[in-house]
């Protein structure tokens, strides 16, 4: 047998494309989480995603732009008076003939028909008219003559009906009676169809006498009608689009199609049906050409048509309309007018969104909108933490540690090794997996491989009461500090919930007053224009916090870009005042010292270089026992984490 009989090969054609590189979902999360932190809805950045894409994936704003691109390159490019202006170049040919054979006549009939001709009306309709009736002398001029009249019927027809110019190479008169019998059938049917009667029979007994007149080659009346209503208002655009005097020489000179009145008038018949039958259609829009290729009138209804796709794609794309999908985009009709790249790029998209959806990384809130669920939280701060260690790495040269603990006290539990690990090997639980590898494939001897290391946990012995406050006044907003500020508090919440779950964090905000938040509504946090930069008040719940955890290692972390303005009275009232005032000063002081008196040293992150910022926190780090950070804003992260980690293990 040879390899020809055991395998065909052939172009594939349905299902995902099995080529293509997987999505990166990462990058996708990253950007969404990112324009979420800014003060988007998840639904608004999912959409900025897909309008924007990604780095390896062109976005919807770029497909457009090719529609738009193809669009204008047809409105520039192209007139419409190309129907008009062959039907001139041909009756010029058809009348200097005349003059020829007429010219060497000494006769009064040969003057007579010389004034006849001079006397033609100087628009090229009225004169093709006029010669309806005269008697051609010359046998060039009568073939010119009639290649107008069979131009104007091809036109007429290709404008109605798609392919049927190749159906009518060389128009007989036979032809014509077989076009003038399939209309008035078609007519008929449609009439019936209007009426309500059961068209079912009568559409089959059509298509199998004139068929051959519909490459599209519909399977029922309804679709039948579809076609030629799309065609017919792409026809009637046309028509709007042209000069008035244009369109006046146009339908007067359709009257001479094929030299037969009966097929324009059948035509006119038709149109008025499908307009009754497809009222929805664009049957009033007009376009402007302006460039100088002519099209004849087939050609130019081709070009209606693709300019109507055109803009029914960029409606699709723009995802809109109420319950608007990637989905819905008719990938056959965006191949069609841009090019293969674009359904692959639009199906991709399409993919992102569903893979998206399909993950859990969205989920429906009480209220109808989308929010981010667990799952896509963890994958951002796994991101941010990720971002972070880099940092952390290129500044100290330290690798990441992936202790679960600072004390190396085992905790009876395994994980497989990864690269960079240093931790023992649980021994029993390596061999095991040695073992059980090797019998699965039949191996007589037991080999160890790398994926069957474990290495056994570790644990801190003790554990940490971390208090974050973060600044949520609107001065974090305008000095583009809010979205470091949320990926900071995203990456210290993932590494201590899968590093050291012991540990117990509370998210603080502080603008006029304080709250705690957990990472979900810090996450989606909006900006509120709001004065007031209550520190007092979220080193209040920051106690409170520690207190609750008395045999845990106390770490606060503050970052802010302003002193604090605010504070909150007896009564639970916020005091605001600008420029700070001295009761404020002394009250956060007076909360200082009480963290101070738990064992809890504070540590600031100061963003910004204001002078009465920076005496304010050296002042606070001196009472409390912490430290003053001043990093750049790529660097809050790694800075924060640095703390943390310093802060735990004293």
């Given at each position: 047998?040879t390899?020809?009989?055991?395998y ?9 494309d099995?080529?293509?590189?997987p999505?990166d ?9 990112r324009?979420v932190?800014?003060?988007s ?5 999912l ?13 919807l704003e770029e497909i457009?732009?090719?529609l ?25 040919r058809?009348?200097e ?5 007429l010219f060497?006549?000494?006769s009064?009939d040969?003057?007579?028909a010389?004034?006849?001709?001079d ?6 309709a ?5 010669l309806g009736?005269?008697?051609?002398r ?8 009639q ?7 091809e ?15 060389s ?27 059961d068209?079912?029979a009568?559409?089959?007994e ?5 068929g051959?007149?519909?490459?599209e080659n519909?399977?029922?009346?309804e679709e039948?009608?579809?076609t030629l ?19 006046a020489?146009?339908?007067e000179?359709?009257?001479q199609?094929?030299?037969d009145?009966?097929i ?11 307009r ?11 376009r ?13 209804v081709?070009?209606?048509q693709d ?11 723009a995802q809109?309309y ?17 090019g ?8 991709r ?34 991101v941010?933490l990720?971002d ?6 290129s500044?100290t ?12 006290e085992?905790?009876?539990a395994?994980?497989?090794?990864q690269?960079?690990d240093t931790?023992?090997?649980?021994v029993?639980?390596t ?11 039949g191996s ?5 491989d ?14 940490a ?10 001065s ?11 990926r ?8 201590i ?8 964090l509370?998210?603080?905000t ?15 946090l ?6 007031g930069t209550?520190l007092?008040?979220?080193l ?10 008395p045999?845990?290692v106390p ?11 605010a504070?909150l009275d ?8 600008w420029?700070?005032d001295?009761?404020?000063l002394a ?8 963290l101070?008196?738990l064992?809890?040293?504070i540590?600031?992150?100061m963003?910004?270089e ?8 050296d002042?606070?780090a001196?009472?409390?026992?912490g ?14 984490v640095s ?8």
């Amino acid at each position: 047998m040879t390899a020809s009989d055991r395998y065909s090969y052939g172009p594939y054609h349905e299902g995902p494309d099995p080529l293509a590189p997987p999505l990166d979902l990462r990058e996708a999360l990253s950007e969404i989480g990112r324009e979420v932190m800014e003060g988007s809805s998840p639904r608004s950045a999912l959409e900025e995603l897909l309008r924007r894409g990604t780095s390896g994936m062109p976005g919807l704003e770029e497909i457009t732009r090719r529609l738009w691109e193809r669009r204008a390159e047809i409105s520039r490019s192209h007139r419409l008076d190309g129907t008009l202006q062959q039907v001139r170049e041909l009756l010029d040919r058809a009348l200097e003939a005349e003059r020829r054979a007429l010219f060497p006549d000494p006769s009064d009939d040969a003057r007579f028909a010389e004034m006849r001709l001079d006397a033609l009306p100087s628009s090229t309709a009225g004169a093709v008219n006029e010669l309806g009736e005269y008697p051609w002398r010359s046998e060039t001029g009568r073939e010119n003559y009639q290649k107008i009249r069979d131009l104007l019927g091809e036109e007429l027809l290709e404008s109605r009906f798609q392919g049927m110019k190749q159906a009518l190479r060389s128009t007989t008169p036979q032809d014509v009676e077989r076009v003038r019998q399939m209309m008035s059938d078609l007519n008929d049917l449609l009439a019936a169809h209007a009426r309500g009667e059961d068209t079912e029979a009568r559409f089959a007994e059509f298509m199998a006498e004139h068929g051959k007149f519909f490459p599209e080659n519909p399977h029922d009346t309804e679709e039948l009608i579809d076609t030629l209503a799309a065609r017919a208002a792409a026809a009637q655009r046309m028509m709007n689009s042209m000069s008035a005097q244009q369109r006046a020489e146009l339908n007067e000179l359709v009257g001479q199609a094929f030299g037969d009145p009966r097929i324009a008038q059948q035509i006119t018949d038709l149109d008025a049906k499908l307009r009754d039958l497809r009222p929805g259609q664009d049957w009033e829009s007009a376009r402007r050409f302006r460039g100088d290729d002519p099209l004849g009138m087939g050609e130019a209804v081709a070009a209606m048509q693709d300019l109507g796709e055109l803009d029914e794609l960029a409606a699709q794309l723009a995802q809109s309309y109420p319950g608007a999908r990637l989905e819905d985009i008719d990938l056959e009709m965006l191949e069609r007018q841009i090019g293969a790249d674009a359904r692959v790029d639009a199906a991709r998209l399409a993919e992102l969104e569903r893979e998206l959806r399909r993950q859990g990384l969205f989920e429906q809130a009480p209220d109808g909108s989308l929010r981010l669920t667990p799952k896509a939280l963890r994958r951002l701060g796994e991101v941010a933490l990720r971002d972070i260690v880099g940092k952390l790495r290129s500044r100290t040269g330290r690798r990441e540690t992936a202790l679960a603990g600072a004390a190396g006290e085992p905790t009876g539990a395994s994980r497989p090794w990864q690269f960079g690990d240093t931790e023992p090997w649980d021994v029993s639980r390596t061999v095991r997996n040695a073992v059980l590898r090797s019998a699965s494939t039949g191996s007589p001897s037991v080999t160890l491989d790398v994926a069957d290391v474990e290495i056994a946990e570790t644990e801190q012995r003790s554990r940490a009461v971390v208090a974050l406050c973060v600044d949520t006044s609107w001065s974090m907003v305008q000095d583009g500090r809010w979205v470091p500020m949320k990926r900071t508090a995203l990456a210290l919440q993932h590494l201590i919930s899968t590093r050291f779950r012991s540990d117990a964090l509370e998210l603080i905000t502080f603008g006029r007053h304080a709250g705690t938040v957990d990472i979900t509504e810090l996450t989606g946090l909006e900006p509120v224009w709001e004065q007031g930069t209550n520190l007092h008040h979220a080193l209040l719940l920051a106690e409170r916090h520690l207190r609750r955890h008395p045999d845990a290692v106390p770490v606060v972390l503050v970052v802010t870009d302003g002193e604090p303005t605010a504070h909150l009275d007896p009564d639970g009232t916020a005091y605001f005042n600008w420029p700070p005032d001295r009761r404020t000063l002394a009250v956060t002081m007076t909360q200082v010292d009480s963290l101070a008196r738990l064992g809890a040293s504070i540590s600031v992150f100061m963003l910004g270089e204001e002078p009465r910022l920076a005496a304010f926190v050296d002042l606070l780090a001196r009472r409390s026992g912490g430290r003053v950070v001043a990093p750049d804003l790529d660097g809050l992260g790694a800075a924060v984490v640095s703390d943390y980690l310093r802060g735990r293990r004293r």
